[in-house]
């Protein structure tokens, strides 16, 4: 009998957070699991890393039967600290999965995504790896129906690996009184925020800001993530961490004149 | 004659920065200047941005004859700031430029990039953007050769344009005994950090962390950004925002045995 695959598991809400909970839960069904998650909320960390301060781990009793530390750092510092002290010389994951986030990540805010950069750092490091997003930002949602998601998900890309260099951007509608249609793999919609920073006072006196916003979908195509949440499919998106626009090549090379 | 360019300022090494002065200094003798910047080092932020907290924004008078603006959070808050409150209803700027990084952007190190969030930002709300880095990380790295680089840079995207949803990471070579060779445009080199973890105990005995690291460039090309650096050229190199490894949606769609 083959070796149970080892699975890292993190995310951006912080070790105590509802959506980890479901997340080890199916993953005990999997595999061996070991957890390095953030100490506390790290949402909209993006792909931070910490520099020029220090970091913390303690191991934590928060998951019963399962290895787990939780770091004072960032998502991407936890797969990064997973790896290169936790599992130093060690046997290194088989996967890394990351979530399961509360609220969406699909399109653009996939840059701002604490659950995508532990996905991400997974990736740069040659490991098959998965971010999973709930797209309900309500206090009380609910994250049963995604377990079975997570589940076969996992599985497939177990059974099956991903092309070098990829992470997947899962993304689950919230629970509907019909079952999720099925599983799409897709783009990222062409969508951004509009921010509004709403200005209070202090007691001082002095002006603080919250930033609020509102998400603007511009794309009409029926192949990307926000079609797939808003017709109730789970958007599986393949992201790279190449960022290089290799189409502007050419253009930039022909159009500059300052080249040589 | 035409009206001069609007031209916002950010950076992720705080206002009060060597690099951003030098910029500043640049961008007077091409356009109207705005500035908004982090009050204090925000480097390796990602694209992290700061929700369910508040930011502060108070005007600088760092930079003389400049409108200037320091801000609590992150670069991309900055470019979101500077465009959603300080210049609301306003006319937006014609280029956001970003740096001058204390430091090399080059390959993965974009990813963990606060330069290069603010020019993403900028990108996203699609208006032409460059995040610069000059590549010495030494106390007492001389950015004066920078200047004129950052210059023909800037005047050359403010005539050409950029095709939309790229931003260009432009990477300076440190000052050698010869002038630059030149200015390519480059992919991203295919190389990542190993990081180290420093263990350090405190006064109270409790463990904590530096995350060191060695970069590890594993390009053999010649058409990358690593290779120009040591080469002594400048590198820019085009970036996209959307992550979607397009080559990746028909594998998966072939592979997985859970769609529908």
Not at 101 to 129: D, K, Q, R
Not at 194 to 211: L, T
Request: charged share 20%.
């Amino acid at each position: 009998m083959s070796k149970k695959p080892l699975i890292l598991v993190s995310n951006d809400d912080g070790i105590t957070a509802r959506g980890i909970a479901h997340l080890v839960k199916v993953m005990k069904e999997i595999g061996e699991v070991l957890v390095v998650a953030p100490n506390g909320p790290q949402s909209g960390m993006g792909h931070a890393i910490t520099v020029g301060d220090t970091l913390r781990l303690n191991e934590s009793s928060v998951f019963e039967g399962v290895k787990a530390y939780e770091c004072s750092g960032t998502p991407a510092d936890c797969v990064k600290m997973a790896r290169h002290f936790v599992l130093k010389d060690a046997r290194q994951p088989d996967i890394v999965v990351s979530g399961i986030n509360h609220g969406s990540n699909t399109s653009i805010s996939v840059l701002y995504s604490g659950t995508m950069s532990a996905a991400i750092e997974g990736a740069i490091e040659g490991t098959p790896a998965i971010g999973f997003s709930l797209c309900d930002y309500s206090h009380k949602a609910d994250f049963s129906h995604a377990e079975e998601i997570v589940k076969r998900i996992t599985l497939q890309v177990l059974e099956k690996g991903l092309p070098r260099g990829v992470a997947l951007n899962v993304n689950i509608p919230p629970k509907r009184n019909e079952p999720v249609k099925g599983i799409r793999i897709c783009r990222q919609a062409n969508a951004k925020w509009v921010e509004e920073f709403v200005q209070r006072f202090d007691p001082n006196g002095r002006s603080y800001f919250w930033m609020t916003g509102n998400f603007v979908n511009f794309d009409k195509g029926e192949d990307n993530d926000e079609w797939a949440i808003a017709n109730n499919y789970v958007s599986v998106v393949p992201c790279q961490f190449d960022l290089t626009a290799y189409s502007a090549i050419p253009t930039l090379n022909e159009d500059w004149s300052i080249l040589n």
